[in-house]
């Protein structure tokens, strides 16, 4: 698609005025994308330093990073998006841990055997592992754990929906069934048997997720809110300890020395500070304050790309995640499919990561990114199609029995680069469809809540993948709520996510998944942007961090090389 010269100056112009950077959505969930480095390229999978074994470590293994604001839940069974998970993949462990290679290994379970109808899965936990209060961690403390998730009082678990392959699961947390029939059994203390309803290629990645972490269950027990302060209550399991939590400002993280393979980690401690602007966090960057900026857990201004790519020191890799605008499509006149595509259609992405991004993103054009699959590179409809979105706007406003547009408020959370995309959004939408878009913005909690509350008419949102497959992000949209903020739901897309779940035949399985998207891009209850990349630095004493693609960030493996 070509650019309208005319885009091209006034894209020219709003760069000078503002200088903006763009993140891979900051802030995000993991899900929401949250919220770009070294010299060396990195892989799909991301794992930072070849020459790992060749360096000599550093006497102070020390790293410190910028999260740039406050996570909103580090309770595992809690958290929905990536600054809260950058935490949580390092204080707590699952029963998996995904590696370097991007390939999901046993972790707090030594050992996993799979039945030959894939349906049960038996899981021995490791000898002598226990929590950072001393008590041993057992089965029963993962069962339950995930059954708190599934339980339908437990508050504020959003991510119940990962845990529907297991048997009986949904059915328990909608409270149609019991959580006594849920497939979730400890054996004894070392033995944990999930069954699932459907055979899940993906669940050994699952059980590497947080919300599939286990919880100290006599901690929570007597305190509720055990997971909002650092101290003797949060208890934990992973690879580091919380020492200090200093809300708004700061987190530090230590080596966990009981954790069961300390051996391998070698980093004494880890400080996450909270810096929410970009270009205070590069300049600390250059000053040697921090040593890490951009993804997956902050963002490198857009001003500084062009030079830190000529210089050699930015990293730039795909990452499987869609930044997408969100229609709340109880509020007018987004109740109205012809006049989402209208808007959706009118947005020049090619002119947004070419001229405001430039981390090397790719214009986005369907729900489900091309990193996962490669034919949505094309996707469901043309870039920047203004004479098309003309039509449906025409359409749309002769069906609501309008004459123009309302004035339309486009929301989106406390980011330079969040702001800068909004900004073009705002004047493609005037151009294009003549309308007057109103901007607001708001910090990262407050916006959540808002969305979550129907608080919004169109507001911005991303999604990382969870694992590769194209049902992460296809069944967000499953059902209203949850990290569904659109309130669209529709009963044949709904049937057609189900039926994947027992199809077996991987060809016949992707068909159905595909018939799915082309039903939701058809009613459009987001306008897609961009396909994510991790866009980073760090210095070069930095090692073995591992960056994945599902934006993910492990520090397990990292260290400090002598400088």
Known sequence: MMIKKAWVLALALFLALFLAACSGGDEESSSEADETGGDTEQSAEGSEGEDSGETAMAEDQSLTVNIKTEPPSLHPGKATDTTSGAVLYQTFEGLTRVDQEGEPQPAMASDIEVSDDKLTYTFTIRDGVTWSNGDPITAQDFADSWKWVLNPDSPDTDYAYQMYPIKGAEAAKTGEGSLDDVGITAEDDQTLVVELRNPTPYFLELTAFYTFFPFNQSTAENNDEWAAEAGDDYVSNGPFLMETWKHKNQIVLKKNPDYWDADNVNLESITMEMVDDENTAKNMYDQGELDWIGDPTDSVPLAAIPQMKQDGTLNISPMAGTYYYSFNTEKEPFTNANIRKAFAL????????????????????????????????????????????????????????????????????????????????????????????????????????????????????????????PINFLEIFETVGGNNYTNWENDEYASLLEESRSETDEAARKELLREAEQLFMDEMPIAPVYFYSNVYAHKDYVKDVSVSNLGNIQYKWGYIAEH
């Open 346 to 469: 009118s947005l020049n992405r090619e002119a947004i990561v070419k001229n405001i991004t430039k981390g090397e993103e790719e214009p986005g054009m369907a729900l489900v990114p091309s990193a996962v699959w490669e034919e949505n590179s094309e996707g469901y409809f043309n870039d920047g199609d203004v004479e098309k979105a003309k039509e449906y706007l025409e359409t749309g406003l002769e069906e609501m029995g309008l004459d123009e547009l309302p004035t339309i408020k486009l929301s989106y959370n406390t980011d330079e680069g969040h702001a800068a995309i909004a900004q073009a959004a705002q004047d493609m939408w005037k151009e294009n469809l003549g309308a007057e878009v109103e901007l607001n913005n708001e910090e990262w909690n407050v916006y959540l809540d808002s969305m979550s509350e129907g608080n919004y008419q169109v507001g911005r949102m991303g999604w990382l993948a969870d694992f590769l497959d």
